[in-house]
């Protein structure tokens, strides 16, 4: 398979049961997905059958279905980190509840061991809240700088500065994909650059993942970030990947069973990673779910979704321009390369939750609101927007079903 | 879209258009009250001029959707001048009227399911006048909180000023 064999959309659709819903008895458009993503039949067959035949906790039981059990979250662990191209999948792939947890356990066990009064902390105006108020936190408790990488006209980061930014830092936390501007960050070169300056790089790949193909060994970060749901895979349980070698470095996030070598009542000695980081029973079936996720977009190849989002990010806003002329702004650079498939919108001045109303009676699922994200809001000059978002399911038809439906608020509003 | 139009009524979008008694009053004399919906953004300030067991004068500011910010501007019209024992029944008539019931709320009922939802109590709308358009706003749940945030506000106010 090749970019130049391109996903057929109508036998994927297929895979989605959700996508065969009607909503106020119309198709559904669903266009949420960096939100949440469907999950394909064979994600939802995984978990069934998962919980119907070998459901046991891991790591604990000697009985052959806890062993099997074991084996499919270890198999799971494995299967995630080749997935990004882990040098050391077993060691260095910690599933935490979603991409927050995992950037708390970044900010808590790494931060809090090796950050100290005066450190400064490099982010970016357009992090998600998941990659800031950790930080905020952080800085709250032990008194940190912190820096931020400018945001431009179009939606990109500003790099004028950034060595400047980047001397004496410790840590750069930043966003592979905005979540509300589609803009795709040149992590490698930042990730460089911050290396140079002798600080860590905590990336943010909620977005990134699930849509670009993801290389750890080249993307140059030290941590990264993301979570099942917005990979077609299911809610309540999230990645974080680091280097082995940080790891084996970190205090414990989160205290429980499964996280300890050995305990009194006195004290207590932790695992190894990754098990260090995983307190309590695990998210089995979630794992599973994950894991099975992972070969679904495996199989369709990351390439291949890479390219059919591009070609339909390109076509959205080509059509929307076209289409609704003055009327409508897109946020976010143009399409290109840098550019993924979130569109946040505003059509003239009508409020983002009218408008995603008016567009619900069409069957179109978009976000309205300041999407985690309000330091950009404000950065934008908006206190909200529309946000359609794209995944390996969308065609066009969804895009002109969009469209009809923002030409409509114009009737409903004048 | 008769959902829609019942939702974005004529009277609503008027008052979004042109909201009444837009502004803020020096305080003092005014009292100053903030409502706010950390969810989607909308804010509302009231700025309230109470006198001898009268709402005098209402100011509203602030901003966002064209629920929140005409059901504010529908209010200062309904409220302003009137007595606060009126104020304060005008304001349990439109809650009661805003009050959704459980069997309302969600939308997973089967694709063809028949069963009608359950009608919210019978209320005198006729006491409310134009606030009656805010009523389609009942049949769209997550909207409510939107149409309330000025009258959460103004009890909030109200009651400022009755322990100060």
């Given amino acids: 398979m090749t970019i130049h064999d391109p996903i057929d959309v109508e036998v994927t659709r297929k895979d989605f049961p959700l ?31 998962y919980y119907e035949t070998t459901h046991a906790n891991v790591h604990r039981g000697v009985y052959a279905t806890a062993e099997r059990a074991t084996e499919l979250y270890e198999g799971a662990r494995l299967k995630v980190g080749r997935f990004i191209g882990a040098p050391q999948p077993e060691r260095e792939i910690v599933f935490t509840k979603n991409a927050t ?16 009064h005066g450190d400064v902390v490099v982010l970016t105006e357009m992090e998600h809240h998941a990659n800031l108020v950790p930080w905020l936190m952080l800085a709250e408790s032990i008194g940190l700088e912190l820096r931020y990488l400018p945001v431009d006209g179009d939606g990109r980061l500003d790099l004028a500065d950034l060595d400047q930014l980047l001397e004496g830092a410790k840590v750069l936390a930043i966003t592979a994909m905005s979540n509300v501007l589609g803009t795709i960050n040149p992590v490698p070169s930042i990730a460089e650059a911050a290396h140079r300056a002798g600080a860590v790089v905590v990336v943010d790949g909620a977005q990134s993942v699930p849509h670009l193909v993801t290389d750890v060994t080249t993307l140059g970060a030290d941590f990264l970030a993301f979570s099942a749901h917005k990979m077609q895979g299911p809610t309540g349980i999230g990645v974080l990947w680091a280097r082995a070698e940080l790891l084996d470095a970190m205090p414990p996030f989160l205290g429980g069973g499964g996280m300890i070598r050995d305990v009194s009542l006195t004290g207590f000695g932790p695992a190894e990673p990754p098990w260090r980081f995983e307190a309590g029973t695990p998210p089995i079936a979630e794992a599973v779910g994950l894991a099975a996720a992972v070969d679904y977009l495996s199989g369709v190849g990351m390439e291949r979704v890479v390219a059919h989002e591009r070609l339909l990010t390109a076509y959205a806003i080509e059509a929307l321009h076209e289409r609704l002329g003055p009327d409508l702004t897109i946020f976010g650079p143009p399409a290109g390369g840098d550019r993924g498939g979130v569109l946040s919108v505003a059509y003239r001045d009508v409020h983002a939750h009218d408008l995603a109303q008016v567009l619900d009676q069409f069957g179109v699922c978009v976000r309205p609101g300041h999407h985690c994200a309000k330091p950009l809001m404000r950065r934008l000059g908006v206190a909200a927007t529309a946000r359609a978002s794209i995944a390996l399911y969308n065609d066009e038809r969804d895009i002109d079903t969009l469209i009809e439906g923002l030409n409509h608020v114009g009737t409903v509003f004048g | 879209m008769p959902d829609l139009e019942e939702l974005y009524r004529e009277i609503i979008l008027d008052h979004y258009r042109s909201p009444r008694n837009r502004g803020e009053l020096p305080t003092p004399p005014a009292h100053r009250v903030e409502g706010f919906n950390p969810l989607c953004g909308d804010e509302v300030v009231l700025s309230l001029d109470v006198a001898d067991g009268q709402l005098r004068d209402i100011k509203v ?40 019931h459980e069997a309302n709320l969600g939308d997973d009922r089967p694709t063809g399911a028949t069963d009608a939802p359950v009608e919210p109590e019978p209320i005198d709308l006729a006491r409310l006048g134009e606030l009656a358009a805010l009523q389609g706003v009942v049949k769209f749940p997550v909207r409510i909180k939107c149409a309330t945030l000025s009258w959460n506000a103004l009890i909030q106010g109200l009651d400022e000023l009755a322990s100060a």
């Fill in chain 1, 19 to 49: 996508l065969s819903r009607t909503v106020h008895d119309r198709p559904i458009v669903y266009l949420d997905s960096a939100s949440s993503s469907l999950q394909p039949r064979q994600v939802l067959a995984a978990m069934d059958h």
């Fill in chain 1, 101 to 116: 947890e995992a950037l708390n356990l970044v900010a808590n066990s790494w931060g809090r061991a090796n950050l100290q």
């Fill in chain 2, 61 to 100: 500011a602030g901003s966002g959707c064209s629920i929140s910010q005409s059901s504010g501007s529908l209010m200062s019209a309904a409220v302003k001048g009137k007595s606060i024992a009126e104020v304060r029944e005008l304001i349990r008539v439109f809650k009661t009227m805003m009050t959704v």
